[in-house]
């Protein structure tokens, strides 16, 4: 799977828009981008994913340029529940089988009040 | 989305005794499940992949004999650590996928915490 790079830590006023980059400049083709949030002594939950086309639901929207080589997950409202540690992960598609999630250190989002 | 149970979400034990801990996937057949370690500021590393009815395959420089999985059914796995001791606390999580090609999507339990004495 293509490595990313995230920021380490990022803070964001509570009610406004948290905006989570993500470089993944190796990116393949048939690799689609998958974002998990891991809050305090949770396991990771997860939000949302694409390949290239821009994606929305419930939680969060995920950008993905152009060239796929980078992504934003963005948070429209951020509430102090959302401070967490989020994983920007690049993953391929299978013939079948289920596969690992390989995690990095992500990036750690401080929701302040 | 899917949900995966753990069981028990903490436990104390003595060094030397060994703790099992189940994953159960609540609304879906799983016949695949991973376990993960995340040590205290550090990020989740894969320990094995469990496959319902066959032999588990850990990653390497995880015991196999220290941590005995067992898939016996579609929806439940289990990680028996044994002898554990002080350097085996950590937080376990499992996981399991849904869905199907081109790629499932991977939903985690909540974690056991496991404090060896």
């Known amino acids: 799977d293509a490595k990313t790079t995230q920021p380490t830590s990022m803070d964001c006023a509570e009610g406004r828009a948290a905006n989570l980059p993500c470089n993944h400049s190796?990116?393949?083709?048939?690799?689609?981008v998958y974002w998990y949030r891991q809050i305090h002594s949770q396991g990771p939950q997860y939000i949302i994913h694409?390949?290239?086309n821009n994606e929305t639901n419930e939680m969060a929207s995920l950008i993905i340029t152009e060239d796929r080589k980078s992504s934003t997950l963005i948070l429209p409202h951020a509430t102090l529940r959302d401070t967490a540690v989020y994983y920007c992960?690049?993953?391929?598609?299978?013939?079948?089988?289920?596969?690992?999630?390989?995690f990095g250190i992500g990036t750690k989002l401080q929701v302040i009040p | 989305g899917a949900v995966v149970s753990q069981h028990p979400s903490r436990v104390i034990c003595k060094s030397g005794t060994s703790v099992k801990i189940e994953c159960r996937s609540l609304?879906?057949?799983?016949?695949?499940m991973f376990w993960y370690r995340q040590f205290p500021k550090q990020s989740l590393m894969l320990m094995a992949t469990?496959?319902?009815?066959?032999?588990?395959?850990?990653e390497q420089g995880v015991e196999k004999d220290k941590f005995l999985i067992n898939h016996a059914s579609l929806t439940l796995s289990t990680l028996t650590v044994t002898s554990a001791h002080p350097e085996d606390s950590s937080f376990y999580i499992c996981?399991?996928?849904?869905?199907?090609?081109?790629?499932?999507?991977?939903?985690f339990g909540p974690g056991t915490r496991l404090l060896v004495l």
């Open positions: 996981s399991s996928g849904l869905g199907g090609a081109p790629l499932e999507t991977q939903y």
């Open positions: 609304d879906f057949q799983a016949t695949t």
């Open positions: 190796t990116i393949s083709g048939n690799e689609y």
């Open positions: 469990s496959n319902e009815g066959s032999k588990a395959t850990y």
């Open positions: 992960i690049v993953r391929a598609t299978n013939s079948g089988g289920y596969q690992k999630v390989t």
């Open positions: 694409g390949l290239k």
